[in-house]
């Protein structure tokens, strides 16, 4: 279990070098670097400035510590025998995955990481392909070992001269510093070993005092050894804690110069995917550390990026003055200027340094640019709020579907910053203008249900998930059939929430031509004989004001005849009933919705006079913990009127409540499906 | 906590302020200090252990020490113009009085695209975009972020010049940090090459203009067989397009062209110009089953006059190495080939259009689709077998311009044993099955040194076949057996539940009779020929569902279990494009109720037929005794369906999509 036996040797990794990348992708190492004018000065040559991408100086000192690899191969060759038995369902296994975090005294850090893994299908030899991640910045990565171990025992150990370093292809609109360092390790088959051991040296961390770190033992494929090994000084602290690792091995080390801490789980196997289940972060096994014993250094570190950053400039003093123009609330001047951030500041990352990446630009910068990301957008409609008198801060918080930040363990890798908004008469809440249709007071669903970090405040809040009314879908029909059984449709439907901003994002990302197309196929759906009349969209663009759907068409089968009986289904209930994530009889993982829900109805079917009601289903009424519906019928002079509302009130369905929850959604979608009988009455009603 | 060493110097001479004024205007050099804090800044000097620097907060001096990293940004053309006033473009200049309101709810529309070839004599070749873009609507801001691809190790490219003027009549520059080089296939080291550059443009609001020059510089040898090929025409409406090629007056050039007419030639006493326009391009409108663009885009191939006999000799050199295997059957042969080498999907035509030798294939074990090929080539070869290696260009990447020979216009290889094409890809790929990618495609075959056509499968090689056994009780509840055979491209994907443990097969199969019947109770299910890859996959289920048919008084209804034929595709009356299939393919459907004692038929939906050029449909409802029989067989006929054949096609579609409607009826017996 302990087998922390280094041989250190306390050199310097880099002294004083620098580096100089060229826009062609080259990169120049040198002792001497100068500039005067347009002329870049090296110690053995010169480039004009329009050649230089950039210039990276010190790369620091970092005391790193280096020790022999391992290499009992028939050692491993054995425990392959054993594995293969053991693990033949599955298509790979991970033998060693064994990680080293070490804090240096200075506050540059080392991680190591150590893979072995035997790859059983096909499908595993993408473990032959490496890639990794680095800033070169800030930290630099080195390949130590990587090789193949044959079967019979044979090793192919990798070329290091075929290790590439690249940058990565990344989403268009992301911009940054980091590159990969890659590799393709050959003549990998199935029933090989791959191995690997690499060495991040991180001589620039974006703050040398925050150490906070996430591990998972294991992931996608079982693992017979992951253990993490964390290194720090001997006057510092570390502060843990463990999630699902009933069986984590600790074990620790304490001199006067060094603590060393070791959790191991053996046997992890992989979770079977399920539909809508959480994310594997927060089922594996994991551990989360800092030695930061409270979030007060992480406040101020973060705060004296965002002030600085939160400047009310007369520009921004102005603009903020024309948005808000005569409203008079804090509510209403809110609003305006949360729908303008969005609609005003279209996305793209860049990222630099720590203070870009952390609290974004400031926000001038990003207004002159007109672009800019999360945190970029966070900062400038703070300070747009804070120029019209509204309390407002940037807050950083890790969305879901990923595993989240704990309360317990102070760290700043979030990934995602929003807006806490702090009134006068009312409780703190929460608005995300990096959208670009989030009508106020609505913002984002992966938002909903995590913890938000407001370092200004100090304060670390649960973002609450909004009721179902604040997801809502209100679908009305007025359908008015003709004694032959035609029908005409009024189709109409508004949205809050999350539900609207995805509408009105999709609606507005068309050109009229194809809005009507896409209009003239929903109608298609409804039934094959329908043929749209007329529609429009209101407030499409205007994303303060309820986004308006109106349909009109005809159709001429909606009744099938059967005798003198005629049958009706409401038309396109079925398929909003319909919970295609409820196909598993069972689960083992709670069922994970993004946000709650609420979906209402209401049908107004006008009979002719010649047609008679002859049965409709029973009207339904379901209240539990978790969901409540409720639909029935009623006959009002000539029309028959249908209504419902279907309410889920959170966004987890525990495991245990699933099988209730399943039960009901069939029950609600068995009664939608349910058609409506009419008979002909010859005239007389 | 800073301890940064930062210098105000004060700005008192005359010369300084202004110097001072004048710079202030050029803030594009970042600089990050190790505290983690930024400046836009300009650099004016490093010298010893000082960095000098303008920011916004006037003249600093840095530490070196202090400093992480600085980013040097690039003057680019026209850098120093502020204002609308400094512009000296007259092609900018023009654009600028365009009015935009007559392109509202477009996004954007391209005011000037020029795309530009200039060979010189020793085939070094500079293809420049121009395009001068103005934002119409909000949903435009996305043509202010672009990428442009290009083969790092072959060619070089440059940003020339991306400004945005504002509708105020400000000129805003590209940020250097707001410009980014990324490898495409980073991850894939031995077939890295393509790259992408892409930048983000400033302040791209309506009413402004965006005008941007992307160049691109290479040289056409044998191992960079470079050709120009370009569509014109993208979301936006395009005022103004021109393609043109400017060549030395001897240089032949070979070029073919799709919807754009001839170019107009013009020769002077040292060049040759080439020239396509276009004036009044509508925009794309996104429809369902879009071809790709080159299929309905202006589109131009151009390059050096060759021809393939030549090209196929020349690649024929590169077919080194031997390879030996173990097996002596063909089928065995591909099958050991092919599961042997991980496959990568690099197109050749951005990495290296000639195969890697054999044996350094096999050391690897990880090929794209040419090296695959190749080495299975060679493996064929030391069997003794003949065998015919064929260049293959995707459908999705438009066809194939037989005047302009080049390898670059193939991404891929096919090889043919006997009467068999055999698409080396991945190790699900049956012997004797090819993508539909490359189905229907013309390739040049190495060996007859000319361009051959690759067989377009029948639908019967492209299909399902559901044999659905249904068993009603009384309540309306089921009992169901049911059969599914996969043959053809559906199979690709199915094949990779081998890799998944059998818990996980089992929630994909209860998600899978879910989706037919929602529901469904898995009871049991078996997948026959899941690792046998020259057999079809066919899964038999058993399952229950709960009130399959509603019990209303006397009666049970339901609509034909699991038919999901529907009218959406063809809502609209007419088409812009033609309908994209890529392959054609079959599905038959046999669907047999078992009535509950007691109950007899009521009522059934019609049979329907369809009969046209596309589409091949016959549906039929049989009332039998204690049962009732559906069939249908249903075969996309054609590839591409075509804007006149479209009012047809949407007439049988809507019949089709009847069937699923119609209610059947059981009564109960007196």
Redesign the interface.
């Known amino acids: 279990m302990k087998r922390f036996i280094f041989i250190l040797f306390l050199l310097p990794a880099l002294l004083f070098g620098q580096r100089v990348e060229l ?3 080259d990169v120049i190492k040198t002792d001497e ?5 347009d002329t ?1 000065f090296l110690s053995d040559t010169l480039f004009f ?2 050649m ?7 790369e ?1 000192e970092l005391k790193t510590e280096k020790r022999g690899i391992p290499q009992d191969i028939l050692k491993i060759i054995k425990e392959r025998e054993g594995l293969i038995a053991k693990y033949r ?3 790979g296994v991970v033998l060693l995955d064994k990680g080293t975090n070490r804090l240096h005294p200075d506050g540059t850090r080392t991680y190591r990481y150590h893979f072995r893994g035997l790859i059983l ?3 595993k ?2 473990w ?2 490496f ?1 990794r991640r680095f800033r070169p ?2 930290e630099k990565t080195t390949i130590k070992m990587a090789q193949v171990i044959k079967p019979d025992g044979k090793v192919i150990p990798l070329d290091m001269s ?3 370093i ?5 989403g ?2 992301f ?2 510093k980091g590159k ?1 360092i ?3 390790l ?5 029933g090989d070993i791959v191995e690997y051991l690499y060495e991040k040296d991180i001589f ?1 961390p ?2 040398k005092e925050i150490f906070a770190f996430n591990w998972f033992f294991g992931g996608s494929d079982p693992v017979s050894n992951s253990t993490i090994d964390i290194i720090i000084p001997g006057d510092k602290n570390l502060y843990f804690v463990l999630k699902n690792a009933e069986s984590v091995a600790i074990d620790s080390i304490i001199t006067d110069s060094i603590k060393t801490y070791s959790f191991k789980v053996e046997n992890t196997i992989p979770p ?4 809508l289940m959480p994310a594997a972060g927060k089922i594996l096994p994991s551990l989360y550390i800092s030695t930061l014993k409270d979030w007060d250094y992480i406040f101020k570190w973060y705060s004296d ?1 965002q002030k600085k950053r939160m400047e009310v400039t007369q520009e921004i003093q102005g603009l903020a003055d024309s948005i808000v123009g005569d409203a008079e609330t804090e509510e209403e001047k809110t609003a305006s200027l949360y729908h303008w951030v969005q ?2 500041i ?1 996305y ?1 990352s ?1 990222k ?6 952390v609290s974004g ?1 400031k926000a001038s ?1 990003t207004l ?4 800019g990301d999360c945190t970029d957008k966070a900062i400038l409609f703070s300070t747009l709020l804070k120029a019209v008198g509204v309390e407002a801060y940037p807050v950083y918080l890790h969305t879901h579907p990923s595993p989240g930040l704990l309360k317990e363990i102070p760290s700043f890798w979030g990934n995602h910053a929003i807006v806490e908004v702090f009134p006068q008469h009312r409780k703190p809440y929460i608005l995300d203008p990096v959208s ?1 249709h989030s009508r106020y007071p609505s913002f984002a669903q992966m938002d909903h249900g995590v913890y938000a970090i407001c370092a200004q405040k100090s304060r670390i809040d649960l973002i609450e998930v909004p009721p179902p009314e604040r997801n809502k879908r209100n679908y009305q029909y007025e359908m008015v059939f003709s004694s032959d059984g035609d029908a005409t449709i009024k189709f109409q439907s508004n949205y809050t929430g999350s539900y609207e901003s995805g509408i009105r994002a999709y609606w ?7 809005r ?2 896409q ?7 409804t ?3 329908a043929e ?1 009349i007329d529609y429009s969209l209101e407030n499409l ?1 205007d994303i303060s004001k309820p986004l308006r759907m109106k349909i009109i068409y005809k159709v001429s ?1 909606l009744l ?1 005849k ?2 003198d009986l005629y ?1 009706l289904a409401l038309p396109e209930i079925i398929d909003r009933h ?1 919970r ?1 994530e ?4 069972k689960r083992k993982y709670d069922l994970v919705y993004d946000t709650s829900e609420e979906i209402v109805h209401t049908f107004h079917i006008i009979l002719p006079e010649d047609m008679i009601v002859e ?1 409709t289903p029973e009207p339904i009424h379901i209240q539990k913990k978790f969901i409540e519906y409720r639909a029935g019928y009623e006959m009002k002079d000539n029309t028959l009127i249908f209504k419902d509302d279907w309410k889920r009130k959170g966004r987890i369905i525990p495991q245990e409540n699933y099988s209730e929850y399943k039960g009901i959604s ?1 029950e609600v ?2 009664f939608v ?3 409506i ?1 009419f008979r002909k009455t010859g005239g007389a009603r | 906590m800073r301890n940064i060493l930062i210098v105000l110097l004060p700005l008192i001479s005359s010369c300084s302020l202004n110097y001072a004024k004048k710079e202030a205007l050029w803030l594009e050099d ?1 600089l ?7 400046y ?1 800044c300009e ?1 004016l ?4 252990d000082s960095v000098y620097v303008v920011t916004e907060e006037g003249r600093l001096v840095f530490s ?2 202090d ?6 940004a ?2 680019r053309e026209g850098y120093t113009w502020k204002t609308v006033s400094d512009i000296t473009d007259t092609l900018l200049t023009k654009a600028l009085s365009i009015d935009l309101l007559k392109y509202h ?3 954007y529309v391209n005011i000037w695209t020029e795309k530009k070839l200039i060979i010189q004599e020793d085939l070094s070749y500079t293809y420049s975009v121009r395009i001068i873009r103005g934002v119409t ?3 435009g ?2 043509a ?2 672009l ?1 442009f691809n290009y083969r ?1 190790e072959q060619e ?1 490219m ?1 940003i020339n010049f991306a400004r ?1 003027i504002t509708d105020d009549g400000k000129v ?1 520059h590209l ?10 296939y ?5 077939y ?1 090459n393509l790259h ?1 550059r ?1 930048f ?1 443009m ?4 309506p009413g402004n203009i965006l005008d941007f020059k992307v160049t691109t510089k290479g040289r056409i040898t044998k191992e960079s067989p470079y050709v120009l090929d370009i569509t014109l025409g993208n979301p936006g409406p395009t005022i103004e397009g021109i393609i043109e090629v400017v060549a030395p007056k001897n240089l032949e050039l070979a070029c073919e062209s799709w919807r754009i007419g001839s170019p107009d030639i013009k020769r002077d006493n040292s060049k040759k110009i080439l020239q396509w326009k276009v004036s009044d391009l509508p ?1 794309l ?4 089953a879009r071809p790709p663009l080159a299929y309905i885009l202006p589109r131009v191939v151009v390059g050096l006059p060759q021809n393939w006999e030549s090209l196929a000799e020349q690649f024929r050199h590169y077919l080194k190495g031997d390879y030996e295997v173990t097996v002596k059957k063909p089928e065995d042969i591909y099958g050991e080939v092919i ?2 080498i ?1 496959f990568v999907d690099v197109p050749s035509f951005v990495s290296f259009p000639y195969p890697k030798n054999a044996k350094e294939i096999a ?4 090929a794209n689709s040419l090296d695959k090929a190749h080495l299975l080539y060679q493996a064929f070869r030391s069997s003794g077998y003949p065998v015919e290696i064929i260049l293959v260009r995707s459908k999705e990447r438009g066809v194939v311009a037989k005047g302009v020979p080049s390898l670059y216009q193939f991404d891929g290889a096919l090889l043919k044993v006997g009467n068999d094409y055999l698409d080396p890809s991945s ?1 699900l790929t049956p012997y004797g099955y090819v993508r539909p990618k490359y189905q229907g495609t013309k390739g040049l075959s190495i060996m007859k040194k000319s361009l051959v056509d690759i067989p377009l499968f029948e639908p019967d090689k492209e299909k399902i076949v559901f044999d659905r056994d249904i068993r009603l009780d009384r309540d309306g509840n089921a009992i169901v057996k049911e059969t599914v055979k996969f043959t053809g491209n559906h199979i690709l994907d199915l094949r ?1 539940l ?2 998944l ?4 097969i089992k ?1 994909i199969m ?2 899978f ?3 037919t019947i ?2 469904a ?2 009871i049991s299910y078996s997948i026959e020929h899941l690792n046998d890859i020259t057999q079809e996959i066919i899964f038999n289920l058993k399952y229950s569902v ?2 399959l048919g ?1 019990k ?2 006397d009666f049970i ?1 339901l609509h034909i279990p699991g038919l999901e034929y ?8 007419t088409r ?1 494009y033609p309908i994209y299939w890529g392959h054609l393919s079959k599905e038959e459907k046999k669907i047999i109720i078992h009535l509950p004692d007691g109950y007899k038929v ?2 059934i939906p019609p049979g329907i037929s369809y009969s046209i050029e596309s589409l091949e449909y016959n549906g039929t409802l049989r009332s039998l005794k204690n049962r009732i029989v559906y069939k249908d067989t249903y075969i996309d006929k054609k590839e591409m369906i075509s804007v006149e054949e479209y009012p047809e096609y949407k007439e049988a ?3 089709i ?2 069937l699923p ?3 059947i ?1 059981l009564e109960k017996i007196e």
Do not use: C
């Open positions: 826009f062609n992708g670097i100068s500039m005067k004018g870049i400035r329009d230089v991408k950039s210039i990276i100086f010190s620091g369902d599955f298509p299908k096909d499908s030899r993408h032959a392909t890639q910045a800030m075929m290790v590439k690249t940058k990565p292809r990344r268009k609109v911009f940054g990969v890659s590799f393709a050959p003549g990998v088959e199935v620039n974006w703050s079977i995917g399920e539909p990026f609609r005003n279209r793209i860049i630099g340094g720590a203070s870009s990446g630009h910068v002159e640019n007109g672009y670009e507005e990302s068309l050109k009229p031509d194809e009507k197309k209009f003239q196929e929903m109608a298609k759906r039934s094959p004989t749209l663009t089968d099938e059967a005798g049958l319909k295609r409820l196909s598993l009889s049965a069939l979608s068995r499906k349910k058609p009988i | 970042m990050y200090t190790t505290e983690g804090e930024e836009e650099i000097k490093i010298i010893n070196r020490k400093i992480k990293s600085v980013d040097i690039k003057k709810e477009m996004g609507s909000e949903k801001r996305r202010g972020t990428s790092s070089e440059e945005t805003l940020s250097a940090i707001a410009l980014e080089d990324a490898s495409i980073s991850r894939i080291p031995p890295e992408e892409k983000a400033r302040e791209v609001k925009a409108i996104r429809e369902s599961s042997s991980r050391d690897n074990r990880l190790e990779q081998r890799y443990r059998e818990e996980r929630n209860e998600s009779i879910n989706k929602p529901d109770k898995l709960s009130s509603l209303e008084k209804l529907s009218a959406y595709s063809v809502g609209a009356p812009n009521r009522h579609l809507m019949g999509a009847m409607e119609g209610w009826i």
